[in-house]
T-cell receptor, first 110, second 114 residues
Framework: LAKTTQPISMDSYEGQEVNITCSHN???????ITWYQQFPSQGPRFIIQ???TKVTNEVASLFIPADRKSSTLSLPRVSLSDTAVYYC???????????FGDGTTLTVKP | DSGVTQTPKHLITATGQRVTLRCSPR?????VYWYQQSLDQGLQFLIQ???????AKGNILERFSAQQFPDLHSELNLSSLELGDSALYFC?????????????FGPGTRLTVL
């Protein structure tokens, strides 16, 4: 199971771009990288998923270098409502497991 | 609203007791996942069922058990409860059995063991 490492917390200000990096050194060939967002006392919500290079949707972008040992979630122009915990996970398709790490608590300040 | 429902929303019980948490997946979803989230341990994967069969097992204690019924709803049974079992229990569902599938989480059941 690929273990992920993220910063415990990050602070930002409204309107800034936020980049959260996740390390997954032992990612397997067929593993994907997935990011979820969780607000207090709510269940996590899917943000984005990718395998390599760059993936973009209406919420975020995901950058994955060629070696795939890390990935960066990019949130453009954050607002106060983006304050949440962001989880990077590498679902293990062989074991059928999804293991959430400790997540990164992002605090957006006015 | 994710479409996943969980009942009850809150549950307060005593040590040694047994409780049952219920989850109804999104319409059409065949997979149900159970997670435990406590303050000091983050989000822990417990177990996954797919179309009535156990698909994957995580850090689920022997005192805990789950099942998925023919109508695809799932129940998580927690017995011989301990103080440390106090946590938020989330259920999630997805369309297929692969952990790559987007999981839709319910609002959770907050269990307090006194």
């Amino acid at each position: 199971l690929a273990k992920t490492t993220q910063p415990i917390s990050m602070d930002s200000y409204e309107g800034q771009e936020v980049n959260i990096t996740c390390s997954h050194n032992n990612i397997a060939t067929n593993d994907y990288i997935t990011w979820y967002q969780q607000f207090p006392s709510q269940g996590p919500r899917f943000i984005i998923q990718g395998y390599k290079t760059k993936v973009t949707n209406e919420v975020a972008s995901l950058f994955i270098p060629a070696d795939r040992k890390s990935s960066t979630l990019s949130l453009p122009r954050v607002s106060l409502s983006d304050t949440a915990v962001y989880y990077c996970l590498v679902p293990n398709t062989n074991a059928g497991k999804s293991t959430f790490g400790d997540g990164t608590t992002l605090t957006v300040k006015p | 609203d994710s479409g996943v429902t969980q009942t009850p929303k809150h549950l307060i019980t005593a040590t040694g007791q047994r409780v049952t948490l219920r989850c109804s997946p999104r319409s059409g979803d065949l997979s149900v996942y159970w997670y435990q989230q406590s303050l000091d341990q983050g989000l822990q994967f417990l177990i996954q069922y797919y179309n009535g069969e156990e698909r994957a097992k995580g850090n689920i204690l022997e005192r805990f058990s789950a099942q998925q019924f023919p109508d695809l709803h799932s129940e998580l049974n927690l017995s011989s409860l301990e103080l440390g079992d106090s946590a938020l229990y989330f259920c999630a569902s997805s369309g297929d059995s692969s952990p790559l599938d987007e999981q839709f989480f319910g609002p959770g059941t907050r269990l307090t063991v006194l």
